[in-house]
């Protein structure tokens, strides 16, 4: 057996190429040499491919660029990035990340052309992020295509845009973006950490919360996100302007933005496509909204459980009829109901939404009145809740302050007064323990104070005084 053959039956073997119908591997002769292209169906450019083919089968036998492999890299393939690898586990995960391995008697290395192209739809805006104003493209699930649109918004050489592969199955590409002049170089080199040695981990099954769990494993008692997730290239570059890291992960069309604290999770793009003044409000308001969809449930089930405690000007707020089903239950089955009728929306057909959420509305509100299961304020406090959720830019932070109203239900039902009390004293110290992965408060800058960072996260700046 030549070596030629020993070479492109090791390569065979190592792909498995006779088991998968999509691993292509394709003889070929050109130049008076036996060549071999190995590669995945549906990760090749055909355009580039012919192109680069028409070249190769003009060669001549005697044609220098057979004087070595990097001379054929040189001088016979033009069209395409390209590159010598002599490691034959290297040039089987490139393969199966898409790039086209060329095996060529006479030589000993393989050539991996980069002709590939992945599926991908178009960088539409995202339905989370909608904005009023500004850039209405979003990433999508190729890495490369949303490098690109990072790099079109930052056209600086302080840039970095650094590739890891994570996961000893999945092998998933990872991209660690970055402005070297403004990046804090502690938290830099506890990614590089954490990205270089990452353990024995499998496969990034869950894109975005695999590589979270990975990079900072938290309580479980403790719902509070403590990454930013955004699908606007705009919002991520200007993460990266600002100093923080921004992680890409293949096959997802969400960025990462690490540290992020409480008021960084709580930015909006809106708020930097409007006035400051504008901006400013739509920021208080978000704020005011959060503070809210923590309180209002608690705090009308403890004045209706001690009347004592309200003022005679705004009695209204309790029920003139007694409920047939205690207010605690209400709410509770009401906050069930609520996810559920979310799960339902997710999961039907988007030619049915609209019928879905009128028979819900009718269902749900009006009939549910009249049975009386709930009463109409239980119904009208759980519709601001609702609201209020959709509000935040983050579904995580949503949840988080969803599990603690409810905590704060069932003390309030136990303890009343006293059990909000130490309910609020609890959620305070949950945020208190809990550190961005720079290892600084989540609360900050309220805690440790810093008033000028605080000013600028609160009111939206100027862009003179950025």
């Known amino acids: 057996m030549s070596d030629f053959d020993a070479r492109a039956k090791a390569l065979r073997a190592a792909l498995q190429t006779q088991k998968s119908f999509d691993l292509l591997d394709r003889p070929v002769f050109f130049g ?35 004087e070595s492999a990097q001379h054929f890299l040189d001088r016979a393939v033009p069209y ?19 790039q086209t391995a060329l095996l060529i008697e006479g030589f000993s290395q393989l050539i991996l052309l980069d002709i590939r192209t992945y599926p991908q739809r178009d960088t539409a805006e995202p339905e989370k992020d909608k904005v009023f104003r500004g850039s209405h493209d979003g990433f999508v699930e190729t890495m490369v295509l ?15 845009m650094e590739a890891y592969s ?35 981990v499998d496969a990034l099954t869950m894109n975005q919360e695999s590589l979270a769990e990975l990079l900072l494993p938290h309580k479980w008692y403790n719902p509070f996100p403590r990454f930013k997730y955004t699908e606007r290239p705009d919002a991520a570059a200007a993460q990266v ?9 293949d ?3 969400a960025a990462m933005t690490l540290p992020s604290s409480l008021f960084d999770i709580m930015e909006e793009a809106n708020d930097y496509y409007f006035p400051p003044l504008t901006g400013s409000y739509l920021r208080l308001i978000r704020f005011a909204v959060l503070l809210a969809m923590l309180l209002l449930t608690p705090l009308w089930l403890l004045v209706n459980r001690n009347p004592a405690l309200l003022p005679t000007s705004i009695s209204f707020l309790i029920p003139a009829e007694a409920p047939r089903v205690p207010l605690f239950w209400q709410l509770l089955i009401l906050e069930l109901g609520i996810d559920g009728l979310k799960l339902a929306t997710l999961n039907t057909p988007s ?22 299961w709930f009463s109409a304020e239980a119904m009208l ?21 969803k599990f603690m109203r409810i905590a704060l239900l069932i003390l309030v039902t136990l303890g009343g007064l006293w059990g909000l009390l130490g309910g609020l004293l609890a959620v305070l110290v949950i945020l208190l323990r809990c550190k961005t992965f720079s290892g600084r408060s989540y609360l900050y800058p309220l805690i440790p104070l810093d008033l000028r960072v605080l000013r600028q996260k609160l009111f939206r700046p100027s862009i003179r005084r950025q």
């Open 32 to 66: 008076g040499r036996r060549a071999l292209f190995v590669l995945v169906d549906g990760f090749v450019k055909d355009d580039l491919f012919e192109k680069i083919m028409e070249f190769f089968y003009a060669l001549k036998q005697d044609d220098p660029c057979f």
């Open 80 to 98: 395409c990035e390209a590159a010598l690898e002599p490691d034959l586990d290297k040039a089987v995960t490139a393969v199966l990340s898409g």
């Open 146 to 160: 949303n490098c690109a649109l990072i790099r079109r918004r930052i056209r600086s050489t302080a840039l970095r």
């Open 166 to 200: 994570l996961g000893s199955a999945s092998q998933t590409d990872v991209v660690l973006c970055y402005m070297d002049d403004r990046v804090d170089r502690a938290v830099l080199d506890k990614l590089h950490e954490k990205l270089a040695h990452p353990g024995d």
């Open 241 to 249: 302007l600002e100093g923080d890291v921004v992680l890409l992960v």
């Open 251 to 253: 096959n997802s069309p």
């Open 351 to 372: 030619m049915m939404t609209t019928s879905l959420s009128v028979i819900a509305g009718i269902v749900v509100g009006d009939f549910a009145v009249q049975s009386g």
């Open 381 to 401: 406090y759980m519709a601001f809740v609702a609201l209020g959720a959709f509000n935040q830019p983050s579904f995580e932070l949503g949840y988080a302050v």
